[in-house]
């Protein structure tokens, strides 16, 4: 079956398309014409750890990105925005704008995307938006979306679907994609949206040809929500995962600004400072909470969250740390000492790197979550860390990148840790070596 | 006020020379003869990350500790408790077994102990009527000492002298004594002690052959701290040291009580599976929130908190974790891996230890902060672990050990961190090694 | 019974499917029964990092073990010895006491054994009478058997076969036991067995029954090698690991005999000082070369030859050293220090461990190659190491434990190296974690 | 008294400016009119573990290097080569063309030099003239003088002053370097100098005015070291440092120079594959001996000297390995893998480094000793090293960097170790923490 064929027997397009012109869809729109977004609240379950993600009222404005440079995941994002756009017809799709001039022609329906910013730089409309981000690829492509909210306070809920091998961030398969998405858009629906009034939609007319036997594809229309009898217990999973907050700062203490934003860089990895090409050691003045604790003599320094504590960390001798652990990582590279172990420091405690006055050569690169500052880190500057509060001091959950966590059959609630499957199944946790038969 | 005439007001030790015969002193009483126990409060300071301590009276019943085998210590020992004997008259010394009947004939006045229980029990009146903790001697002692509480859900408060070198866990020098129970002694008086209505003590005669220009040493009753404006800023500073609630589980899932105690056993550092003299690895399986994590084949595994984390888990290669990042640590010894690498996980998670059928040989040894339970573990027994809470729901702070820490001078609040020193200090932290000339 | 008659009485091959039913064999001779040992010389090939193995006449007496505790094992125990008897004519079958008792009535043949000797001492004619030793088991059934061999300065060469999994030390896997051991009998014999003048064995009936098409089932008398022409690349290969000889000393210098031997033992492994079951951390003086280099406070310490590199070494952090690197590793054993790297030194660097005066406690326990010295160390005793040299100031190969090495198929006589394949099956060396898609 | 002055009252010199011509002094000569060098011998001394260096006749040309960028430095250079131009009237002096065209308006007599190669290239003369290599500065400052000789698979014996900090390879203090130089100058003249006829220097005048009470500074002609009675314990020590010798080729299998010379280049420490400042790990290829090993996704690897141990690879995690094991160290540097552990392979087995097709984004770096190459590797090239060879088959010592080491005073000369210093000196090589009094 062709686009043009599906089209056509697609009737709720046909109710769109009468009030939109003909060449509104196939075409790409400003997010300025998106309404504005839709945040949910999280809430703590009493027997889990996990959270769990409570919509006002549906997800509308829905933002996809997808992996690079693989072909296969092209039809992956094509398959699942149509799903997407005839099941809920109420939602907008949200590309980036690489994805919305290759793909916007092949879509039966309007993309909306932003220009593309400076290098380097976030688009700054999308925080205000974006309801949900949906991500088809593995860890790095979360990280790549988690970076277009690196200047945002509140990133949206972030929905992860693995292409190929299975991700550490938690990601689900993509032949779930229609479960998951209908469990997310409801999740919360029981207490919040049957109180809601919602304007009707427009009547679908009966498609008989195009029934499908899966409940998942029936088209869903707020009103069919409020009617809705739903568990507490179909909830999706979040888990807040901290970010660092990263500012950096000239030799007078002036901060510089990175991008068109202003303020601090948020990462959900790390901060990376590291010579780069240069063949000099850096000479990096460590401060914690204020007071001077270390001089490293290194290739660079790395300042993790726990999430970034399986990524860059482990490869230079982090520990492994729980997502929910509340800290920061101080990790070393290749540092000119025997005993600068790694360290783990509460999040709320402030950590500044500063490039002393001994360095030789050429400055220091910085990374944020994989993306090099334009400008390197010259004699004198200093990046200022600081972890992330994911609870308010009223008690109130916010910030972080809420991931949506798959559950795991079979397990009860509180036994449901990813984290867990992704130690083994991923890091090759703990494989044993020799035979079972040694003394010691 | 000079301490003369403090000292004419004081007619109370007078009256308890008068009071007491000869044989009244110098003698030894139960624990049972003391007044209940004072409990303070512990409140978090706006701009610091410390708590400060208030007594909601002044602390009576005083519990001094001291390292075993140094004959140096014990000089000391009788100087302390006699500094606060006649500083502090309404004060009640109490000593361990060993110390009350090595020295109490050299004390002018009563100590208090108990009697010694069973092999590796802990002495169940002692936290019902303790007040303050001080020990003489290094990290090892305040180890010793927070095992006598091993049992109890509230430790008092710990203040700590070092006896030689200063050790990681904060401790004040020994030549600050007064000065030190002093700050500790008052913390709080500022709020609490001010509305408290004290009973007027007998009057002092006048001593002056006795005379000192130290006014630490003008003995204080309740009625100068009653007048006394104290700054806020005299509270001293606590670090609420989260410890570990270790349960040992028979194959059948019973409790095994491993003392005349009932219940979880409190660990400061750290829980210890290990193969003791045992030929073989042990093959332990390690669950984590419930959930089957990996089998550890190694020589033992090490359950730590963060303060633990700067003792035998540093030694397995584990991170160092400040001991306000609430978790646990989990670090095999000596492995049969390549990959099992250390692990920090949330305080509220439990772990639990296995020893799985497959295991050969003797029993493995289990030991709590470095005491070894009588018996091993056998096949099928498990050890359990949960991080201590020291936040109640209610957001008041409560449980782990109150330590006292002593504040660096010349810094200001917020960046006061005895734990950066001990870093740089003790564990030799980040030594460079090479000459500064070199290349990558 | 001397060899000599043994030999007469032996058309026993005939004698024995004529008459099965003689109480002369099923039966256990001692060990001085035997011919003495043929001992072969190992030359290094031109293009080859392995030695070659020549007999100068073909092996005799051939010593079998097994991994114990292990059933299969037994069945085929008895398949490869019945298959070696029936064979190889000539060949005189020793087996450990446990086996040689367990096993005797089962084998159509007579079995030699020994006496078993006190605890840990090593039967001393063994050495004496062993031509080749074949393992069947693990690493640890090779490390046992090296064992029995560890007061001797020359080991026969060892065949092993792996039973199950594999092990690091280069076994064949048992279904190549025909061709493996036909390998290994040969070895050499174009060179030297053409030379030699053997005695005609008698001729062997024919027996159809019995008739195999494997020409590796003939029965193979010294006859049959004379006329045969073999190329020198059917030469075993041998890989000859080096060894320690480990020497215990008193405080005051005497060397302490361990077992009825005098002199040093030799380990294929490692020797282990380790705290056992005292609570203590130990305080070990170590000497390199004559001069002290650090005081180690550790659990124990650990000194490896390269092949105990992927041992207990391994586990406690060592560096994989390949078995022709000549040196030995000094690897500490959960050190009380961040900068106790372990160290690799010369094979002839003597290395002293000492147990010095500040120790409390307990002894310490030695272990070697993971057998227990029935007494361990006190202070002021020493354990002395030195690398065994396995080339003589002449250039001849000798000494070590001369390992019969598994060529691999398909590959360059110099690229051959089964540890290449043991770091990546046995260690599973280098598994990845994470996606392919990280940025740094 | 200035340099002016003091060149006046030389005889010697104005006996050698009657014979050169007054504009001789004071100007560069280029190494063509040098003597041709002089090679020394190296034996093993029956007892020690270093070698002895053995002139054939006294060493005439003599290349001194200093460290750059420490004015300090240029003063000690001064005094150092004013002090042999004066003492040893048969000397030449050879400096780097900096070095040269900075100094040698300030220098009494003639100096030495190359053109400056192109850029990483060697000179191609100097190791056809250079008898002797004195450095000036820390273990760089040896790095790079070894760098000069590169190319070449003879360099001239080492003498290493440190100026500063006492570096790791060994370094003499510069206010030794009478003695040390004289002691380096007349090694070996007992067995050789003495059979060897010299040709009769000019006589010295007698110069009482610069009569020095120091015999070291007194002029020494070939005819005094003729008559000097010398013990064989003046020969001056020597540890042959092996080299990698180190090719870079082609997809195709073609070597690349890298600079004018043909054929491997040499390194003393290591060769260095690193992503530099691309964002990308690098999945390399490793091959050992021909076989392949393993694929290393990682920021880069490291193949080592032993010499080199304590340098990168160290900071990289690997093992400290003693200069006098022959071996390749093969250390990943932040590999994604928890199993990749490093390892030590022997010297004699080739590896090559192969930059596999799934890399992406820019090349590699490559770096030898620290010397970056100037264009970087590409997908499908080649870095292949092997260990240098350093005795010959018939016994023979040769290749190397033969460095001369200071004995220490007062030990045994085969307790003779300056390594065991520099890691207690220089790596603060196991600094224990915590106090004595802890449990296990």
Known sequence: MNHLVQRRILPWRTARRTFSSSHHHRTIHPLTS?????????????????????????????????????????????????????????????LEPSSASELHADLPFPVYTWDEPPWNATPELLSEKTDLVCTLGGDGTILRASSLFSHAATVPPVLSFAMGTIGFLGEWKFNEYKRAFREVYMSGAG????????????????????????????????????????????????????????????????????????????????????????PH???????????????????????????????????????????????LLLTPICPRSLSFRPLVLPAETPI????????RGREVEVSIDGKRLSDGMGVGMEVRVLGEEVRSPTGEWRGGVPSIVRGVEGLEEREEDHWVGGLNALLKFNYPFGDQDGHR
Chains 1, 2, 3, 4 share one sequence.
Do not use: C, Q
């Open 34 to 94: 998106l309404p504005p977004r839709v945040s949910p609240s999280y809430n703590l379950r009493p027997t889990a750890t996990l959270l769990s993600l409570n919509w006002p009222s549906p997800p509308r404005n829905i933002l996809i990105t997808k992996k690079k440079r693989t072909p296969g995941i092209t039809a992956s994002l094509i398959e699942y925005a149509t799903h997407l756009s005839s099941t809920y017809p109420s939602i907008n799709i949200i």
């Open 352 to 359: 500044t790197l500063r490039l002393g006055e001994k360095n």
């Open 191 to 278: 207490d919040a949206y049957a109180n809601l009034s919602f304007p009707t939609p427009p009547a679908l007319p009966t498609n008989t040809e195009n029934a499908s036997s899966d409940p998942l594809d029936t088209p869903l229309s707020y009103a069919d929500i409020r009617g809705m009898s739903m568990g507490s217990n179909r909830t999706a999973r979040i888990l807040l995962r901290n970010r660092l907050k990263v500012g950096v700062f000239g030799p007078d203490g002036v901060r510089l600004n990175n991008s068109s934003s202003e303020g601090d860089t948020y990462a959900l990895n790390e901060v990376i400072v590291h010579r780069g090409s240069s």
């Open 281 to 327: 050691l850096k000479i990096i003045d460590v401060f914690v909470g204020g007071r001077f604790l270390t001089e490293a003599v290194a290739d660079g320094m790395i300042i993790s969250s726990p999430t970034g504590s399986t990524a860059y960390s482990l490869s230079s001798g982090g520990s492994i740390v729980h997502p929910l652990v509340s800290s």
